[in-house]
């Protein structure tokens, strides 16, 4: 029997619009066997999400996706089998949450100035407990009537150099690879494909980094051959997944991305070799 997995999921605990017993029920109704919730600098949802895996015969890898920059080039690190209540990772999380927070305020009071009335409770109130982001003000823009859709909200305010963005915090990926392995975890990089900065990734791999993410909702054939050779040029792992932040989010659905289960396997082992 062949066992279908997704590896980058997430959830109302950073960007997404399910919660994690959600995107677990939906993963079960796909037929995946193995998932990852890998909220933005969190892993709030982890335990919930595992809990309601248990319950439907869904393995629930713990992760999440930390935010980095490069060279001006905004990376997302993927972890995988991290410890959550590790102090190094929660010393970040918490770091990344007040961050976050922060750079809401500023974009809310921008978006204010500009005469477009986004309270910044009803922000906070739509992240939830989760790791607020931009879309949490695009989603309130487009309650409040002041936009159409989260896209035109980004188009025409809140994308990079429109009028009301903000620089986010950031730390470098070989910071954040530090962080995912010293709690236990394997780091590896997130949609190579989507940076177009190929020549970013030996300064990684020298950092630490185990693995690429290869297969992605944006990545077409080419760049899934091109990023599968780029890990064995390096001894990488491969990893994959759909991206899913639910609904309204574009177009990823849970296990639409075909990742193999041999993936998963190679983890394991580098693992269990002590390859971390």
């Not at 978006?111 to 607020?132: D, F």
């Not at 054939?221 to 997944?241: D, F, K, M, W």
Request: charged fraction near 25%.
């Amino acid at each position: 029997m062949n066992q279908r997995i997704d590896l980058h999921l997430h959830s109302t605990c950073s960007d997404g619009t399910s919660t994690p017993r959600e995107v677990v029920r939906r993963a079960a109704e796909a037929g995946l066997s193995v998932i990852s919730l890998t909220d933005h600098d969190s892993t709030e949802g982890v335990a919930e999400a595992q809990g309601e895996g248990d319950r439907l015969g869904v393995e629930v890898v713990p992760g999440t996706e930390l935010s980095a920059r490069n060279d001006g080039t905004d990376v997302h690190i993927l972890g995988y089998f991290i410890d959550p209540e590790h102090p190094d990772l929660i010393s970040w999380l918490d770091t990344f949450r007040q961050a976050r927070l922060q750079r809401a305020e500023r974009i809310v009071s921008k978006l204010n100035r500009m005469g477009l009335r986004v309270p910044l409770e009803q922000v906070l109130a739509r992240a939830g407990p989760g790791a607020i982001g931009r879309p949490h003000i695009a989603d309130v823009m487009v309650e409040n009537g002041l936009v159409f859709s989260v896209d035109e909200a980004f188009h025409k305010y809140l994308g990079y150099s429109k009028p009301a963005y903000v620089d986010k915090y950031s730390q470098s990926p070989a910071r954040a690879i530090q962080v995912i392995r010293a709690a236990g975890g394997l780091a590896c990089l997130a949609h190579p494909g989507l940076y177009r900065r190929d020549d970013l990734i030996p300064e990684m791999v020298s950092a630490g980094l185990d693995g690429i993410e290869v297969r992605h909702t944006k990545h077409n054939a080419s760049q899934v051959a091109r990023y599968s050779n780029i890990a064995a040029e390096n001894n990488l792992l491969c990893t994959g997944g759909s991206d899913c932040h639910g609904d309204g989010r574009g177009d990823p659905i849970v296990g639409t991305v075909d990742v193999p289960f041999s993936y998963l396997e190679a983890m394991r082992e580098r693992l269990k070799s002590g390859g971390n």
